[in-house]
């Protein structure tokens, strides 16, 4: 069976036809002392992987491969959507089994990878149009309530006080979806919408109560352990999607300019000051000396919102922007 597997030709139908049974075989015997079937089996999957990779058969070689964590497949829509039509497919082929039976996971799981690339993206319709195509997709609640925002991030605090009719994934993506759709069609009340799109969208950040949106089984937060107060902190790619606040960031923006309220915008202002110094907290120079560098938006505060509420609220709890401001 391996000199078949070695010298096979990928998609070939009489290869995969020569090799199925053995690899059925392979994958069902028990392992003994005498028997290095788990060396034999990794070898042949590994090998088949690479076969399928460089045949172009994406789908296959996946299967094989798996979809690795925050790997190019599970980033890949169109190769997930691919893998979900053949595991639909009725009349599948004796190999196409086997592949699908090493890959080991469900549509639904795949469509909620796919989902979750989505929201990413920000493309709230296009996530919810994908998670109505799974039949069972796990309704498991998220962390704290993810448009509730404070001066200081405190998530453990907002998991604890969370209502009782908690979000889920589903009901996260279809509120934004309505708030993106309000602050369309409701002009009078579109400052308030886009700051609730805008306290969504950083808590599905790194820096947020909901980063757990972003996890499922094959897209997953590696910088968990991540010290952002620590002086000797990495940098980090501040591209990852669980990483910018990009878009809380322009939508805190169009918050504080569709508003006339100074209170409102002091908080807009703030929130962007949060976006900004997040950024800036990943990508810190080595060569940097202190523990913060105020950006546009602490100026902006300072200048424009002293005499606000909410600026003395910030004062008293803000240790940056205390320093920052010379009190």
């Not at 039976?101 to 795949?110: K, M, P």
């Not at 560098?293 to 600026?311: I, R, W």
Request: some cysteine.
């Amino acid at each position: 069976m391996l000199a078949k597997i070695e010298e096979g030709s990928a998609g070939s139908k009489k290869f995969e036809e020569s090799v199925v049974d053995d690899l059925k075989w392979l994958k069902a015997t028990e392992h003994t002392q005498y028997f290095r079937r788990n060396d034999a089996y990794t070898w042949v999957i590994s090998c088949l992987a690479e076969k399928y990779t460089k045949a172009g058969d994406a789908v296959k070689a996946t299967c094989f491969k798996g979809i690795g964590v925050d790997s190019a497949e599970a980033m890949n829509n169109e190769l997930l959507n691919n893998i979900v039509k053949l595991l639909a497919k009725e009349k599948k082929t004796p190999f196409e089994e086997f592949a699908l039976s090493v890959l080991n996971t469900s549509a639904d799981d795949i469509i909620q990878i796919e989902a979750v690339n989505l929201l990413y993206q920000y493309k709230y319709k296009d996530a919810e149009a994908k998670l109505k195509e799974a039949v069972n997709v796990k309704g498991d609640s998220v962390y704290g309530d993810p448009f509730v925002i404070h001066i200081n991030d405190n998530h453990d605090a907002d998991a604890s006080i969370k209502k009782k009719s908690c979000y889920t994934r589903r009901d996260f993506i279809q509120k934004m979806c309505d708030l993106e759709a309000k602050a369309e069609s409701d002009p009078a009340h579109a400052a308030d919408y886009y700051f609730q799109l805008g306290n969504g969208a950083y808590n599905m950040t790194y820096f947020g109560n909901n980063r757990v949106l972003y996890q499922t089984g094959s897209t997953y937060i590696a910088i968990q352990g991540w010290d952002f107060i620590s002086s000797s902190k990495p940098q980090i790619d501040t591209t990852l999607p669980y990483i910018s606040c990009s878009h809380a960031l322009a939508y805190y923006l169009k918050a504080m300019q569709l508003s006339n309220d100074k209170e409102f915008k002091a908080k807009c202002c703030f929130m962007a000051a949060k976006c900004e110094q997040n950024r800036f907290d990943c990508s810190i120079p080595k060569d940097f000396k202190g523990d913060f560098k105020a950006g546009n938006y602490f100026k902006m505060l300072k200048q424009d919102y002293a005499a606000t509420q909410y600026y003395k609220e910030i004062i008293a709890e803000c240790g940056y922007f205390k320093t920052f401001a010379g009190k």
